[in-house]
């Protein structure tokens, strides 16, 4: 549920940042009368973003435990890619996003009527297909038992939608200007935690591989804790709900983490690093 709460809060938030961008320039410029077309774009995307993740959820049903498994393991695999690619281009673009979407605006509103439906489509659905994306494998992975099938729970969704509300509620009142926060380490810390909840998703597909005899070593365990440590307990619950680490995690799986954690996390915070380098001052939000 926290993982899934963070996930909501942190992508949640950039939508809310770009939606904050689109509306506060139109009122600026005195163009009021687009602001429903701007609305229309996101209702849209978020309609598309709910089908997309009721199509993951059910989609797959119906067909055989290999195929199931296979399919789940390998949208796992590229909601790890979309969320790596997502972090490193956020904390790269996010000084230049308002300039770049106040000049699709711009264009937009000089074209045709769906000109500016469309740029807020693609603006809030880039980020939503993600969100649904990354919940969903998320939430796969948190909730399997050490059988290696999915508990059914409600918990990581309503940690998601909690953490999207929050977001929609602070990206309201960044826009009135009530409050100030600073971007540069709100991004950094929950771009942090979402590689380490990626690791263990991608473990998690791994693991579907190997469940769907794609990949080999299913029962050539690195360790088995399940027996030492309760899945139900406090600690099984922060182990699986924030690292998405199993009670018996597979060689391949372990390798698998490893070999994506570290290497990701240093480049994250290596970039992090050099970016604040040379000024002590950080953005603070702003969507004027």
């Given at each position: 549920?926290?993982?899934?709460?963070?996930?909501?809060?942190?992508?949640?938030?950039?939508?809310?940042?770009?939606?904050?961008?689109?509306?506060?320039?139109?009122?600026?410029?005195g163009?009021?009368?687009?602001?429903p077309?701007?609305?229309?774009?996101?209702?849209?995307a978020?309609?598309?973003?709910?089908?997309f993740?009721?199509?993951?959820?059910?989609?797959?049903?119906?067909?055989?435990?290999?195929?199931?498994?296979?399919?789940?393991?390998?949208?796992?695999?590229?909601?790890?890619?979309?969320?790596?690619?997502?972090?490193?281009?956020?904390?790269?673009?996010?000084?230049g996003?308002?300039?770049?979407?106040?000049?699709?605006?711009?264009?937009?509103?000089e074209?045709?009527?769906?000109?500016?439906?469309?740029?807020?489509?693609?603006?809030?659905?880039r980020?939503?297909?993600?969100?649904?994306?990354?919940?969903?494998?998320?939430?796969?992975a948190?909730t399997?038992?050490?059988?290696?099938?999915?508990?059914?729970?409600?918990?990581?969704?309503?940690?998601?939608a909690?953490?999207?509300?929050?977001?929609?509620?602070?990206?309201?009142?960044?826009?009135?200007?009530a409050?100030?926060?600073?971007?540069?380490?709100?991004?950094?810390?929950?771009?942090g935690f979402?590689?380490?909840?990626?690791?263990?998703?991608?473990?998690?597909?791994?693991h579907?591989?190997?469940?769907?005899?794609?990949?080999?070593?299913?029962?050539?365990?690195?360790?088995?804790?399940?027996?030492?440590?309760?899945?139900?307990?406090?600690?099984g619950?922060?182990?699986?709900?924030?690292?998405?680490i199993?009670?018996?995690t597979?060689?391949?799986?372990?390798?698998?983490?490893?070999?994506?954690?570290?290497?990701?996390?240093?480049?994250?915070l290596?970039?992090?690093?050099?970016?604040?380098?040379?000024?002590?001052?950080?953005?603070?939000?702003?969507?004027a």
């Amino acid at each position: 549920m926290l993982s899934n709460y963070l996930i909501g809060l942190r992508e949640g938030l950039e939508a809310a940042l770009v939606v904050s961008i689109l509306v506060a320039y139109l009122v600026k410029s005195g163009r009021t009368e687009l602001l429903p077309r701007i609305w229309a774009g996101v209702g849209i995307a978020v309609l598309v973003s709910l089908g997309f993740g009721a199509a993951l959820t059910y989609g797959p049903r119906g067909l055989t435990f290999e195929a199931q498994e296979f399919i789940g393991g390998t949208l796992s695999i590229v909601a790890v890619g979309f969320v790596t690619w997502m972090v490193f281009w956020m904390a790269r673009a996010a000084r230049g996003l308002g300039g770049e979407l106040r000049g699709q605006i711009d264009v937009a509103a000089e074209g045709g009527r769906w000109g500016l439906v469309v740029v807020a489509m693609f603006a809030v659905g880039r980020e939503g297909l993600e969100t649904a994306l990354f919940i969903w494998a998320a939430t796969q992975a948190g909730t399997r038992d050490e059988v290696g099938t999915v508990t059914p729970t409600w918990e990581p969704l309503l940690g998601a939608a909690l953490g999207i509300l929050t977001a929609v509620v602070l990206g309201y009142l960044i826009y009135r200007g009530a409050i100030s926060i600073n971007l540069g380490t709100f991004f950094t810390w929950t771009g942090g935690f979402l590689i380490v909840v990626a690791a263990g998703v991608l473990a998690y597909g791994v693991h579907d591989l190997q469940e769907a005899r794609f990949l080999p070593g299913l029962h050539d365990l690195l360790f088995d804790i399940s027996d030492s440590i309760d899945p139900a307990g406090w600690l099984g619950t922060l182990i699986k709900g924030v690292f998405n680490i199993s009670m018996a995690t597979t060689k391949l799986e372990g390798v698998v983490w490893l070999l994506y954690l570290v290497p990701t996390m240093t480049l994250f915070l290596r970039g992090a690093r050099r970016r604040s380098a040379p000024t002590k001052d950080v953005d603070r939000a702003s969507v004027a």
